[in-house]
């Protein structure tokens, strides 16, 4: 039996337990299912996977937690460990199937709202219709169109124009421990009305011992001068598969910043697409991968620069450890006559261990002369400068350069506003890096100080 | 307490210091002061253990203890701190991280137990205080977009959560105006007592005003060719360093 | 000569060169095992070579065209190609300038090329302007005497075989890649030169004082190789538009440096880009890597891109020695409907090798141009550093100018720097220049040129001053 096949019997299996669905939704099932089949799980022939291997994924045998028989149970204080201590309005996902009780909409403002995919659909599943697909079509890669196939579980966030939401909208996706691997592939449709702002957070975490595969596709739709800033955390179990794609549309003066802040996971692949689509439209990308052990980490990244007036920025962070692979591909199309167009990008790594590997690609796609466009990419060292500055005051010297790889995700981590989502991650990444540097305790006292 | 027993050092293959000796006593305040190239800056910097300085013959003892077999690190934590003459900036690294490991790592040599948290953010609220800095500074990466002023009260700061038994001030003095010289001095002050001594290494009397020294020793190609009491600073401020180089030559 | 019976002559000189002339040693079109054992047969080879062609044939047959390249081009039919034509006679050729092509001679004209010189180059039979014979004596003389083996590659496998054997596919396997195991098997002419131990090339060598002993085919093959502390500059190609009836050119250029050794090739590219309208113009896919066997040793790629309709090439090092340096300077222009995709590969494997990178592209009228480059850090090449600046140059919003730079980083001790800039023609500077009295066409041909700079001064000077000429050349007609 193919990879494919195993994927596919799933996805029939479900159908025959799935209830009565819109037309058009087993409609798009039946397109997606049928990509996925003529394209078959990518390899590394493929250039936009030529660094990444998903034989791990390809090869292995994921229930649906909706058909799993013995699903392991989360405990409410393992949720609550888990969850970002934020204050926010929470939306939560168990490998896949939606947790009222863990989730908290109360405090909904006027003009919002935010409901599980599901109810969603149930309640008016024509407005969903003209969301899901509309960015992530089943061509884009053998993932979107397998979720595609499978999608019938995520979060349905709009916001009506003018409408400012200050309180982030955070999705949890937990994963559990559990003794038959599950997989899940959520749809995040984001609709921004006209001038509305809002940040929305996509966390992804769960059991240290979970090894499931979840498959998330997010659609983000921005009308004129809307705002929106979106996080993914990703701190999955180092035994987690992580496939995720972002499709962003900007309309005019619209603004989007994504931070995508990789710290776990065993083998993660996210692509980001903005379509910068009128004038006056701004894309930034902030990024940090840290990774280490055997973990494998792959971002691409794309800004199509569609019209003119458009604006980009990009500055991604990668530190290695161990045996772990890096991967970065930036790319910036400007479309012909999208004149006036500045793009920048820059990815800079850092690697621990001569056994780690980064592969990374900043790729330009120019068809208009107007630009101002530039990347940059290096893979260096710590400045000994600063070492020896460090060591001068009493500082070990494998303090010091733990100090200064802390510095080094600080560049990108300093453009974090939600203080939460920095701590966390400054937390983590200091708690990783090898023991010898010990720093997890300085991060603790600058918390603290914070705080006062 | 420090005793540089001639000291030849080559920079490059140049040779910079030339036969130096130098002996410091626990409570005094040295200042080295010479012409520009004099090897002034050299002195500090081999002291801390800097890279591309090569010692080709010559000691330094640090309270009988061989510096120059001691790692860069192993002599702060013994008490040898130097003050930069251009503060580094680290972009990123807070300097709250950068005080809290210092302290954390010389009181681990001394065989101290970590400083509770609430202990230390009380001792450097106080020294921040004392140095006229606001507290926003800790957060703040270390040096980064600091101006002159701030760079050199960066540094005192730490000269004061460290309490070093030798403070080494690099050209300590450079960059600072009028009201900023008056804190660093004041900062520097508070640290004298019996058992610390202090070596400043300036170009400019007017650093003596507001420190004022036991000893001056005037450098001039890499060797100290004299050596007196704070009257000798002024000496060479209204005379200049030529009577010094012919006099030694006679 | 009315211009009808010039056009007829011109129009001959293209398309019945080879397909009418029975009688020479012209090759129908085709290609088989039978083609491959004529052009072994005339060129005299022994039977090794023979095989060695043909194990290379066997193994194109199972290997496909690569399509990864930003390049649009319809399939190529090898068919269609004769592989092999023996160097006109002088009967055949034009016997006076007054024969050529007036466009060309123009051409020459703009790139001030001395009159016997144009003669040469437009493939004018020489002998009763310009004595090549002479010249090629006396540099023949003085290479000689140091030990220098300078000849085609022809010569070298009938009169050095053993060195033949040892380096011919040793830098560039047969099956290396689909252009280059097309030209292992076919390749009919091309350059040989060995510099022993020790010594200085004394003087620049280059293709052009060869021009003439042979009419260069489509399938060039050139193998340098220089021993422990030899030195050689080797220049290419010719500064001028040479006239190639074929629209197929895939050459492949191996270069071997061993201990301390320093190879540098420069490339000045002008083939036939075609008509405005994209029509014609060859087709150049090039296969050119230097290895840096020795220590130390160090290999400088220079190239100055002008010419072809459609470019395909990546000059690269295999940094194998310790401590080994390798370099590529590159100026890329493309107008009208030309398509370039050029770059190099750099891959560290020694400890302590350093490369660095520097590419210039210019984009014009309805031309697309990517930089494609790889930076490959092995996980034993500690140390090894890299630095690349990348930047392009768009005239006119109908081009294109694209850059796919790849880093395969294995080792932490490795300072790996790409930096790439993309941006139009500053129109500050063009006002600028303008303000003080400059036309518009000479204020961009200095702000190229100055754009190009860092690469030009890479190269030998009389050849920097023919690639500015060339340059503006080029550009003619971009703006306005």
């Keep these: 039996m193919s990879d494919e096949q195993t994927f596919l019997d799933a996805l029939s299996a479900r159908g025959t337990r799935r209830g009565a669905e819109p037309t058009w939704i087993a409609a798009r099932r039946q397109a997606g299912a049928a990509r996925f089949e003529a394209l078959g799980f990518p390899t590394r022939r493929d250039e936009a996977f030529k660094y990444t291997d998903v034989r791990t994924i390809a090869r292995g045998d994921f229930t649906l937690a909706q058909d799993a028989q013995d699903l392991a149970p989360l405990s409410p204080a393992t949720a609550a460990a888990l969850t970002l201590p934020l204050e926010a309005l929470r939306l939560t996902f168990v490998d896949g199937i939606f947790a009222p009780e863990l989730s908290d909409l109360a405090a909904l403002p006027a003009g919002v709202s935010v409901e599980p995919l599901s109810e969603a659909l149930a309640d008016n599943h024509e407005a969903v219709g003209g969301a899901l697909g509309r960015l992530a079509g089943v061509d884009f890669s053998p993932f979107t169109a397998l979720n595609t196939a499978?999608?019938?579980?995520?979060?349905?966030?709009?916001?009506?124009?003018?409408?400012?939401?200050?309180?982030?909208?955070?999705v949890q996706f937990l994963s559990r421990a559990n003794a038959t691997p599950l997989m899940s592939h959520p749809r995040v449709l984001i609709e921004a009305g006209a001038r509305s702002q809002a940040t929305v957070i996509e966390h992804q975490v769960g059991e240290e011992e979970a090894a499931n595969f979840s498959n998330l596709v997010s659609e983000v739709m921005l009308e004129r001068g809307a705002i929106l800033t979106h996080y993914k955390l990703q701190e999955a179990s180092l035994k987690d598969l992580h496939v995720s794609s972002l499709h962003i549309d900007q309309g005019r003066d619209s603004r989007f910043t994504s931070f995508n802040l990789n710290l776990g996971g065993s083998l993660v692949r996210n692509d980001i697409v903005a379509d910068l689509n009128a004038q006056g439209a701004e894309t930034n990308y902030y990024g940090l991968f840290f990774a280490q052990g055997r973990q494998h980490v792959d971002n691409h990244t794309l800004v199509n620069h569609n019209a003119p007036h458009t604006f980009s920025?990009?500055?991604?962070?990668?530190?290695?450890?161990?045996?772990?692979?890096?991967v970065f591909n930036g790319k910036v199309v400007v479309r012909r006559d999208s004149q006036k167009i500045e793009a920048h990008q820059s990815n800079a790594n850092l690697l621990l261990s001569d056994r780690a590997e980064i592969d990374t690609k900043p790729e330009l796609e120019i068809y208009a002369d107007d630009v101002k466009c530039s990347h940059g990419a290096t893979t260096g060292q710590l400045d000994e400068e600063a070492i020896f500055?460090?060591?001068?005051?009493?500082?070990?010297?494998?303090?010091?350069?733990g100090l200064l790889t802390l510095a080094f995700a600080g560049e990108v981590m300093e453009q974090v506003v939600l203080d939460a989502v920095a701590e966390r991650v400054e937390r983590t990444v200091a708690g990783k890096l090898p023991e010898r540097f010990n720093l997890a305790g300085l991060v603790e006292v600058a918390a603290a100080l914070d705080e006062e | 307490m420090l005793e540089v027993k001639d000291l030849h050092v080559t920079v490059e293959g140049k040779e910079i210091l030339k036969g130096l000796s130098l002996t410091i006593q626990p409570g005094e305040v040295h200042a080295i002061m010479g012409p520009n190239g004099a090897g002034k800056s050299t002195l500090s910097a081999v002291i801390a253990g800097k890279d591309g300085y090569e010692v080709t013959s010559g000691t330094i003892t640090f309270e009988g203890k061989d510096v120059l077999e001691m790692d860069i690190e192993e002599r702060a934590c013994a008490g040898l701190l130097l003050g930069f003459q251009y503060p580094v900036?680290?972009?990123?690294?807070?300097?709250?991280?950068?005080?809290?490991?210092?302290?954390?790592?010389?009181?681990?040599?001394?065989?101290?137990?970590?400083?509770?948290?609430?202990?230390f953010m009380k001792l450097v609220r106080e020294k921040i205080k004392f140095m006229k800095m606001d507290s926003s500074f800790l957060q703040r990466a270390v040096n980064e977009g600091f101006s002159g002023g701030e760079k050199k009260r960066n540094e005192i700061l730490q000269m004061l959560l460290l309490q070093p038994k030798l403070a080494m001030l690099d050209e300590i003095d450079s960059g600072l105006d009028i009201d900023a010289m008056k804190v660093v001095a004041d900062g520097v002050n508070s640290l004298r007592d019996a058992n610390r001594a202090i070596l400043m290494v300036t170009h400019y009397q007017r650093l003596l005003d507001h420190i004022v020294p036991d000893v001056v020793h005037v450098l001039v190609d890499g060797r100290i060719v004299k050596t007196g009491g704070k009257e000798l600073a002024l000496e060479l401020e209204s005379r200049g360093y030529e009577w010094v180089l012919e006099e030694s030559a006679a | 000569?009315?211009?009808?019976?010039?056009?007829?002559?011109?129009?001959?000189?293209?398309?019945?060169?080879?397909?009418?002339?029975?009688?020479?040693?012209?090759?129908?079109?085709?290609?088989?095992?039978?083609?491959?054992?004529?052009?072994?047969?005339?060129?005299?080879?022994?039977?090794?070579?023979?095989?060695?062609?043909?194990?290379?044939?066997?193994?194109?047959?199972?290997?496909?065209?690569?399509?990864?390249?930003h390049l649009d081009y319809p399939p190529?039919?090898?068919?269609?190609?004769?592989?092999?034509?023996?160097?006109?006679?002088?009967?055949?050729?034009?016997?006076s300038l007054d024969e050529v092509d007036p466009k060309l001679l123009e051409t020459y004209e703009k790139l001030g090329i001395p009159l016997h010189e144009r003669a040469a180059l437009a493939g004018v039979a020489v002998d009763a302007v310009f004595d090549s014979v002479s010249v090629t004596t006396t540099f023949k003389d003085k290479l000689a005497e140091a030990g220098v083996i300078f000849c085609s590659i022809s010569e070298a496998i009938r009169d050095y075989p053993e060195l033949i054997k040892q380096y011919l596919g040793s830098v560039v396997p047969a099956a290396d890649n689909y252009f280059a195991a097309l030209?292992?098997?076919?390749?009919?002419?091309?350059?040989f030169v060995f510099v022993p131990e020790g010594v200085t090339c004394p003087m620049e060598l280059s293709t052009y004082f060869r021009i003439n002993a042979a009419n260069t085919g489509q399938f060039e093959r050139t193998l340098i190789i220089c021993e422990k502390q030899a030195q050689v500059s080797y220049l290419e190609g010719c500064t001028a538009p040479q006239r190639d009836e074929n629209q197929l050119h895939a050459a492949v250029v191996e270069l071997v440096a061993l201990e301390d050794a320093y190879i540098k090739y420069s490339t000045v590219q002008n083939w036939y880009p075609g008509d405005e309208d994209g029509k014609g113009g060859i087709y150049n896919f090039v296969t050119k890597r230097g290895d840096c066997r020795g220590d130390r040793s160090r290999i400088s790629w220079t190239q100055v891109e002008t010419g072809s309709a459609i470019t395909w090439k990546y000059p690269s090092c295999v940094l194998r020695g310790r401590d080994s340096i390798g370099e590529f300077y590159s100026v890329a222009v493309t107008n009208g409907r030309q398509q370039a995709d050029t770059g190099t590969k750099m891959i560290h494997i020694g400890e302590g090798t350093r490369s660095s990178i520097i590419s210039k592209g210019i984009s014009a009228g309805r031309s697309n141009q990517s930089y494609r480059g790889l930076v490959k850090i092995g996980p034993r090449a500690k140390g090894a550093r890299n630095f690349t600046q990348c930047d392009s140059l768009l005239i006119g919003d109908q081009c294109g100018a694209h850059t796919f730079p790849y880093q395969e980083i294995g080792n932490s001790?490795?300072?790996?720097?790409?930096?790439?800039?993309t941006s139009k023609i500053g129109e500050d500077q063009l006002f600028y220049c303008q303000s003080r009295g400059i036309s518009e066409e000479d204020a961009v041909s200095m702000i190229v040129n100055g754009f190009c700079k860092d690469v030009f001064q890479e190269l030998p000077m009389e050849f920097a001053v023919e690639a500015e000429a060339l340059l503006n050349v080029t550009l003619e007609g971009a703006v306005g």
């Design chain 3, 76 to 95: 190529i039919d090898y068919q269609a190609i004769s592989y092999y034509s023996a160097p006109k006679k002088d009967e055949d050729r034009p016997q």
């Design chain 1, 313 to 326: 920025n990009e500055n991604y962070k990668g530190i290695l450890g161990d045996r772990a692979h890096g």
């Design chain 3, 1 to 69: 000569m009315a211009s009808e019976e010039m056009e007829q002559l011109v129009r001959r000189e293209y398309t019945q060169g080879f397909v009418t002339d029975i009688e020479s040693d012209t090759m129908p079109p085709g290609l088989d095992e039978n083609t491959i054992a004529f052009i072994s047969k005339k060129k005299g080879e022994p039977e090794w070579m023979l095989e060695w062609r043909l194990k290379a044939y066997h193994q194109w047959l199972k290997m496909t065209s690569p399509s990864w390249a």
């Design chain 2, 89 to 119: 900036e680290i972009p990123g690294v807070k300097n709250i991280y950068l005080l809290k490991a210092a302290l954390n790592a010389q009181r681990a040599a001394r065989g101290e137990d970590e400083m509770p948290a609430p202990d």
């Design chain 3, 183 to 191: 030209n292992s098997a076919v390749f009919t002419d091309g350059s």
């Design chain 3, 413 to 421: 001790s490795a300072t790996v720097e790409h930096e790439a800039t």
């Design chain 1, 389 to 401: 500055a460090l060591r001068a005051r009493g500082i070990g010297e494998e303090t010091a350069r």
């Design chain 1, 150 to 170: 499978f999608a019938e579980e995520g979060a349905v966030i709009r916001l009506a124009p003018g409408s400012v939401v200050e309180t982030p909208i955070l």
